[in-house]
């Protein structure tokens, strides 16, 4: 079965937003995947909405926001990159081994505490595991 260069971008902007380790800040400097950048940010814009959005709390949801978009982004935009060039430098049921080996690479890498968490309860560093404790 071959994925079409339109589901390989899918597969590979999920992967990449679950484990691509990002940087961004909410208060303290974070290194962890976008998917937990966005899930702060919501958490953020929730108590801002609850709360009221003046001054540091507002502040911090608006850049919590613009990150969580450009991240978006660019991750949206190296996904669409890297299945492209998979469409042109391999053909038939290697593009989507190639593929399914770089998701394997990303969510394999997320095994090892590689993502910097000071905002975490457990400790400031954590796996894909121990990212939502």
């Not at 971008?9 to 303290?28: D, K, N, S």
């Not at 974070?30 to 702060?40: G, I, K, Q, W």
């Not at 108590?47 to 982004?73: F, K, M, R, T």
């Not at 090892?112 to 796996?127: A, D, M």
Request: include cysteine; proline fraction near 4%; aromatic fraction near 8%.
């Amino acid at each position: 079965m071959e994925l079409s260069r339109k589901a390989t971008r899918r597969l590979l902007c999920v992967a990449l937003f679950v484990a691509l380790p990002v940087p961004f800040y909410l208060g303290a400097l974070e290194v962890s995947p976008a998917l937990r950048m966005f899930f702060l940010t919501a958490l953020t814009l929730a108590v801002v909405a609850s709360e009221g959005g003046a001054g540091y709390l507002g502040d911090l949801a608006l850049l919590a926001a613009g990150q969580s978009l450009l991240w978006a982004l660019l991750i949206w935009g190296l996904a669409a990159l890297v299945a492209l060039g998979l469409g042109r430098v391999s053909r038939g049921g290697v593009h989507t081994a190639l593929a399914a080996l770089l998701v394997l690479l990303l969510v394999g890498l997320g095994t090892l505490e590689i993502y910097r968490t000071p905002l975490s309860s457990t400790g400031p560093y954590s796996s894909l595991a121990g990212l939502f404790d």
